[in-house]
T-cell receptor, first 114, second 114 residues
Framework: DAGITQSPRHKVTETGTPVTLRCHQT?????MYWYRQDPGHGLRLIHY???????DKGEVSDGYSVSRSKTEDFLLTLESATSSQTSVYFC?????????????FGPGTRLTVT | GQNIDQPTEMTATEGAIVQINCTYQ??????LFWYQQHAGEAPTFLSY????GLEEKGRFSSFLSRSKGYSYLLLKELQMKDSASYLC???????????????FGTGTRLTVIP
């Protein structure tokens, strides 16, 4: 299994508070991604990174920001959490030297905003 | 826009064969992935198709027809542990940064019964 960890694994927070989720990899992969998974929707890309300090927006980026100061760490921040951001968040990594450039996922963080 | 369709749920018997279909309409195509996701866990990579035809990997096979916008995942000799959701994902293309641009279906929940 790819070495990807996420922290925290579960979090309950109140509307309006800032929240930061962390993704850590030990594979030295160039690309890192943040997705959210909600019932009735497929995994949707929030933001991704293509190198240290290099990030870009995905399909559902509003209300989220990211940072990558080291190859191994990718942070997702909800500046002011809302109930619509209650979801399961997955980090993924990939490296285009692999045959299919497939993505490997972390264990997920279940976030509840009350 | 991107449209990826899969059946929501399927049930099959232990020891049998099941086929999970995926149809897609995307602006571009650069590969199709199948992932397995057990309840409460991360998606795990199963297969990758970029050319037409069948790719076999043990009990799992995946088929692609690009002209029909169609793929299926075939699971043979079903086991109880195969009860999971199966996610179809299409790579629309590589982003300018070289990162994946994946779009996921909502997943097919497979229940294997004795």
């Amino acid at each position: 299994d790819a070495g990807i960890t996420q922290s925290p694994r579960h979090k309950v927070t109140e509307t309006g508070t800032p929240v930061t989720l962390r993704c850590h990899q030990t594979e030295n992969h160039r690309y890192m991604y943040w997705y959210r998974q909600d019932p009735g929707h497929g995994l949707r890309l929030i933001h991704y990174s293509y190198g240290v300090k290099d990030t870009d927006k995905g399909e559902v980026s509003d209300g989220y920001s990211v940072s990558r100061s080291k190859t191994e760490d990718f942070l997702l921040t909800l500046e002011s959490a809302t109930s619509s951001q209650t979801s399961v968040y997955f980090c993924a990594i990939s490296e285009n030297r692999d045959r299919g450039h497939e993505q490997y996922f972390g264990p997920g963080t279940r976030l509840t905003v009350t | 826009g991107q449209n990826i369709d899969q059946p929501t749920e399927m049930t099959a018997t232990e020891g049998a064969i099941v086929q999970i279909n995926c149809t897609y309409q995307t602006s571009g195509f650069n590969g199709l992935f199948w992932y397995q996701q057990h309840a409460g866990e991360a998606p795990t990579f199963l297969s990758y198709n970029v050319l037409d035809g069948l790719e076999e990997k043990g009990r799992f096979s995946s088929f692609l027809s690009r002209s029909k916008g169609y793929s299926y995942l075939l699971l043979k000799e079903l086991q109880m542990k195969d009860s999971a959701s199966y996610l179809c994902a299409v790579r629309d293309g590589l982003l300018e940064t070289g990162a994946n641009n994946l779009f996921f279906g909502t997943g097919t929940r497979l229940t294997v019964i004795p």
